[in-house]
DNA sequence: ATTGTATATGAGCATATGTTCATATACTTT
DNA sequence: AAAGTATATGAACATATGCTCATATACAAT
């Protein structure tokens, strides 16, 4: 059988896919999302919740920010995190409860 | 403010959100899902349509297996694998399908 | 101006991941 | 029994990932 005999996926398609997957694929990058999906926070405060590094929190953030899951808005010293994408965050919570109701 | 303040999800849930999302997190798993989402496949038919080896192949379908995102069924030398999780389908699809009306 | 506060960032490191290669296993065919 | 076919599996390797540590940046407060 041939290739073209199936529907396959764009080669953009796959690669855009498991750049959302992946970014979901970590738990700090989940614990960070489920806290934005609250409320908006400011970095060390998502630090303080999680119990990690100011740093550790600060890189994860810079990940998200590159694929515009993330946005934040600056107040002084201190930079408000929002999430920015609800496609990516109704997926999340579709997971989440999922798993919370079995 | 205190880490009891807010909603935290537990552990488990974390890590089985995170288990579910690193599932789909590869190009190769997210292409051997979408062919298995049309038809029942063998190892060989879903190397030679994603151009892949044998064994490569083979090592993401333990993957897969051990998560118990597929199963399969045997006929002589040929094992014949299907997907096994509706929920984990269904979150691809809809990922996929929000990408591609982009 | 100096010190303090909040965040970002680069280097380094340990671990995880995905593939290849060689080989094992289990069944089929002759 | 022997050779062939389809798949599984272990070792090895290169790359990716997520953290820590040290430091840079930018603004605030004194």
Redesign the pocket.
Known sequence: MKQQDYSILSPNTVDEASRIF?AL?????IKILFLLSQEEC????I?EVLE????????????L?NLRLVK?R?E?????YTYDDDHVMTILNQVLSHIECE
């Open positions: 992946k694929s970590d738990p700090t990058r400011s970095v060390n405060h630090a990690m590094t100011q740093s550790a929190v600060s890189h994860q953030l810079s990940f920010r934040y600056r002084g010293n201190t930079f408000f």
